[in-house]
Structure formats: C-alpha cells, structure tokens
C-alpha cells in the first residue's frame, strides 16, 4: 500500500534527529541494539488513511535482515528473471503494528532520504513452511517497487501487485507442482533434506532449511 507526501518538514526532521542521535549514542559506545532502540523511540506513531494507526515502529533486527534476504531470493527466483529485483534499503525499513489489515505501506517524503517503508507482516517462527517466506518476499519487493519508482496500486502493468504478489503465487503453485527425479539433497549448515519438488530445490538456493522446525 502507498500514501503520499506526508508531513515533509516533519519527516525531514526526524530523519536528522535520527542520524544525529545515532552519532551521539555511538560516541558513547552504546551497542548497536541499544541505538537502535533509541532511533526507533524517536519514530513517531502516525495514521495513514489507508492502514490506520502506525505504531511500534523500530528497526529490523539482524535476524529479521537475514530472513528478509532469504525471503526476497525466495519470490524472486519463484517468478523467474522477468521480475525486477528491487534493493532493500535497511536504513529505511522498518517493523511495525498497524490499525487495519495491511501488509506494508510506503511513505513518501521529499526524496527518496526521507522515504520510508513499513512491514507488518509478521516473522516465520521456523523455516519450515515456505507461505511465510513467500508473504515476506511479496511485501518487501512490492513497497520497495514503490519506493524506488513511485508506482501505485493502481491495478496497472506498474502496480507491483501485478509483478510480485499475483505472480508469485501463481510461481509457487506451479514450483511445488513440479516434482524433481531422483532423490538430490539440499545441504545447510550440516544439515540435509531430501528435495522433493522445485519450490524446496528454489528454497535451498536461497538458504532456507524448509525442514527444520527449530525456533528462528
């Protein structure tokens, strides 16, 4: 989901308080969870028309970065090479809770600086089961699409609906559908499953150990 130009002044001004608090709290040599912390505090809540009440908004932790890579390899080897791989600008993206059924969102401020992308998707709890990479890749690569081209969910060849999320799905069916000969072995860190069809064998590629079931 897009908004438009919010609150420009504001939005400026919360990036700078945000870099010059995390200079400040670096010269202290606090770790880098705890500026985290201190950048998300300075983040304030906001409504968007179209998914609410923004709250809760914090940075992405290390963990949820990884996952996020892998979830992004993962939609974009399942749609093929006509989908174009938008980058992920971590300084910019963010976690956070909102008031209505929505995914993501992406707010635009007076350039890209200021610019943000919000995730509400919740976090797999173990890499087994691929719907939860599939749905973090799908909104990650559609914000990002609006981030980097300005598009709209406008129901148009540019609505990354229509280049990430619908085909994606209609990838995934097919790559589960399509069973592998022989029995090949995906191996990650020591750890080996049988591949059963493509959307493991895409899966493996992109490190993701789609058997385990320990906690991420």
Request: aromatic share 10%; hydrophobic share 40%.
């Amino acid at each position: 989901m897009v908004l438009p130009v919010i609150g420009g002044i504001a939005m400026k001004h919360a990036s700078f308080l945000m870099v010059f608090v995390g200079v400040i709290l670096a010269g202290l040599g606090l770790s880098r969870s705890a500026q985290a912390m201190a950048v998300a505090a300075d983040f304030p809540d906001f409504n968007s028309p179209a998914c609410g009440d923004i709250t809760q908004i914090r940075p992405m932790t290390a963990n949820e970065r990884a996952l996020l890579v892998k979830a992004r390899c993962f939609v974009l080897k399942v749609i093929g090479p006509r989908a174009p791989s938008q980058e992920i600008v971590w300084s910019n993206f963010y976690h956070a809770k909102s008031g209505k059924s929505c995914h993501g969102l992406t707010r635009f401020g007076y350039n890209r600086e200021t610019s943000n992308v919000f995730l509400f998707d919740s976090f797999p709890r173990s890499e087994k089961g691929l719907v939860g990479f599939l749905q973090l890749g799908s909104t990650t690569l559609h914000e990002f699409h609006h981030y980097w081209t300005n598009s709209r969910d406008d129901n148009t060849p540019n609505d990354p609906k229509n280049i990430y999320d619908d085909p994606a799905l209609d990838g995934m069916l097919a790559a589960i559908s399509q069973r592998l000969p022989g029995e090949p072995a995906c191996t990650i860190s020591g750890d080996s499953s049988i591949i059963k069809n493509r959307a493991q064998e895409i899966a493996c590629e992109c490190g993701i150990k789609f058997w385990s079931s320990d906690p991420l």
